[in-house]
């Protein structure tokens, strides 16, 4: 594997379990050192335990992203111990089972929150500590279901179309706003892939399987590992010509 990005440091929202797993794992081996942070720290510690026994380097921090306090004090811990930040993916997200009509306000806000508010929040903090360190690049998790309502079951979960919808845009607002300090930003859009963020028995399943081979071009469902390779790519300086733009790792799926 390539040694891209030797000497960086990675900041990692949500990485104790699934996509973000995979994200700091796949960053790790290509010579980062990783910041885990995760809502459950129990997850974040394992995570970064894990990876040191790899060989790699890697502090864990528990991280609300709806609280500024906890960024910045994940932030100046990540400082602090490997001197700077040059790559955040800002990961965590969050899902609940609603339609419309049964959606409460609380769940719209807990969604959107995390979903959206949380990376703003992220990267503003982390983008301080970018520019401290020379620039540096982002990328922001969005999902297919920015850009279409994908229901497999009885609800389209609106407040999380409408959260991830919100992402493409503000990674293009960031990337304006974040240029003049060298720092780039770009996104990534999950099509359906293996993990417990949904019901991985369903997503799966035969029957689950069935449903989603109706669009997609490659008839398989797709695994955390092609999620974190896409983010690995952005944020290394292959990628140095590409700012503000949304990739979609979907199998196909937005193709038809």
Same mark, same amino acid.
């Given at each position: 594997m &390539?040694r891209?990005? *030797?000497? &960086?440091?990675?900041?990692?929202?949500?990485?104790?379990?699934?996509?973000?797993?995979?994200?700091?794992?796949?960053?790790?081996?290509?010579?980062?050192?990783?910041?885990?942070?995760?809502?459950? *720290?129990?997850?974040?510690?394992? !995570?970064?335990?894990?990876?040191?026994?790899?060989?790699?380097e890697?502090?864990?921090?528990?991280?609300?992203?709806?609280?500024?306090?906890? =960024?910045?004090?994940?932030?100046?811990?990540?400082?602090?111990t +490997?001197?700077?930040?040059h790559?955040?993916?800002?990961?965590a997200? !969050?899902?609940?089972?609603?339609?419309?009509?049964?959606?409460?306000?609380?769940?719209?806000?807990? !969604?959107v929150?995390?979903?959206? &508010?949380?990376?703003?929040?992220?990267?503003?903090?982390?983008? &301080?500590?970018?520019?401290?360190?020379g620039?540096g690049?982002?990328?922001?998790?969005?999902? =297919?279901?920015a850009?279409?309502?994908?229901?497999?079951?009885?609800?389209? #979960?609106?407040?999380?179309?409408?959260?991830?919808?919100?992402?493409?845009?503000?990674?293009?607002?960031?990337?304006?706003?974040?240029?003049?300090?060298?720092?780039?930003?770009?996104?990534?859009?999950?099509?359906?892939?293996?993990?417990?963020?949904?019901?991985l028995?369903?997503?799966?399943?035969?029957?689950?399987?069935? +449903?989603?081979? #109706?669009?997609?071009?490659?008839?398989?469902?797709?695994?955390? *590992?092609?999620?974190?390779?896409?983010?690995? +790519?952005?944020?290394?300086?292959?990628?140095? +010509? =590409?700012?503000?733009? #949304?990739?979609?790792?979907?199998?196909g799926?937005?193709?038809?």
């Open positions: &390539k891209r990005h *030797e000497g &960086k440091v990675a900041f990692v929202t949500g990485a104790g379990a699934g996509i973000g797993r995979s994200i700091v794992e796949h960053l790790a081996a290509e010579g980062a050192r990783i910041v885990v942070t995760d809502v459950d *720290e129990t997850a974040a510690t394992t !995570v970064a335990e894990a990876i040191a026994a790899n060989g790699g890697a502090i864990a921090a528990p991280l609300d992203v709806r609280s500024a306090e906890q =960024i910045d004090a994940a932030v100046a811990r990540a400082e602090a +490997f001197g700077g930040i790559l955040l993916a800002n990961n997200g !969050v899902v609940t089972s609603h339609s419309l009509a049964t959606l409460t306000e609380e769940a719209w806000d807990l !969604v929150d995390v979903n959206l &508010k949380g990376q703003f929040l992220v990267a503003r903090a982390v983008g &301080k500590a970018m520019a401290r360190s620039g690049a982002i990328v922001n998790l969005s999902t =297919i279901e850009l279409v309502v994908v229901t497999s079951g009885a609800t389209s #979960q609106p407040h999380y179309n409408a959260s991830k919808g919100g992402v493409p845009m503000l990674t293009k607002a960031l990337a304006v706003e974040l240029a003049g300090d060298g720092i780039r930003v770009n996104c990534v859009a999950p099509g359906p892939i293996a993990t417990n963020f949904f019901d028995e369903t997503v799966t399943s035969e029957a689950g399987l069935a +449903f989603m081979r #109706q669009r997609l071009l490659i008839p398989r469902v797709g695994q955390p *590992e092609d999620v974190a390779k896409a983010v690995s +790519f952005l944020l290394s300086d292959e990628a140095s +010509f =590409i700012d503000g733009v #949304q990739l979609p790792v979907d199998g799926w937005l193709t038809r």
